[in-house]
């Protein structure tokens, strides 16, 4: 395959892989709305930083959905690691997840957390979406992208 084919291949893998990262934090999103407006109890990790309900459910929509799209692809997720299941072998690629970025906001009540998805290759961010889903409001990037 010449070199432009193989590198208008990449940019499509990469939107692809950003379209699954848009619906997964969306899904999540709303799971995690769900939680906000009826409200939940607050655990405490072994690091002394809160988990609510939200956390763990969107944890668990977001990492069914990698695992089905990227079966290859290590995850490494918040929870998970906090409930001390092994991170995998990393390699040269995985999948960052932060649930709910902010849960202390969240158990505040203030409308400023997120649902946050990347990958990560070679130690690097490459491809990532940050969704703010009291707001609506997506960020995204990938390589050549910014939004």
Same mark, same amino acid.
Request: proline fraction near 6%; charged fraction near 25%.
């Given at each position: ?7 208008? &291949?990449?940019? /499509? +893998?990469? #939107?692809?892989? =950003?379209? *699954? %990262?848009?619906?997964?934090? =969306?899904? &999540? ?12 109890? *607050? +655990?405490?990790? /072994?690091? !002394? @930083?809160?988990?609510?309900? &939200?956390?763990?459910? !969107? ?6 959905? =990698? ?8 995850? *490494?997720?918040? #929870?998970?690691?906090?409930?001390? $299941? ?6 040269? &690629?995985?999948? =960052? ?8 906001? %969240?158990?505040?009540?203030? @409308?400023?957390?997120? $649902? ?7 130690? *690097? ?5 940050? %969704? ?7 960020? /995204? ?5 910014? #939004?």
């Amino acid at each position: 395959m010449p070199k432009t084919n193989m590198t208008a &291949a990449a940019a /499509s +893998d990469d #939107e692809a892989m =950003l379209g *699954v %990262f848009e619906r997964l934090a =969306l899904d &999540a999103g709303r799971e995690v709305m769900r939680v906000f407006h009826a409200g939940c109890a *607050v +655990d405490t990790k /072994s690091d !002394s @930083t809160p988990v609510t309900e &939200a956390d763990r459910e !969107s944890e668990k929509i977001i990492l069914a959905g =990698l695992r089905a799209a990227y079966p290859d692809i290590p995850c *490494v997720a918040e #929870e998970e690691v906090a409930a001390g $299941v092994a991170t995998p072998d990393l390699d040269d &690629a995985f999948l =960052l997840i932060d649930p709910l970025d902010g849960t202390k906001e %969240f158990v505040n009540r203030r @409308t400023d957390f997120t $649902v946050n998805i990347a990958l990560v290759r070679h130690g *690097v961010p490459e491809i990532g979406v940050v %969704f703010a889903p009291c707001t609506g409001r997506f960020f /995204s990037g990938r390589p050549g992208r910014a #939004e």
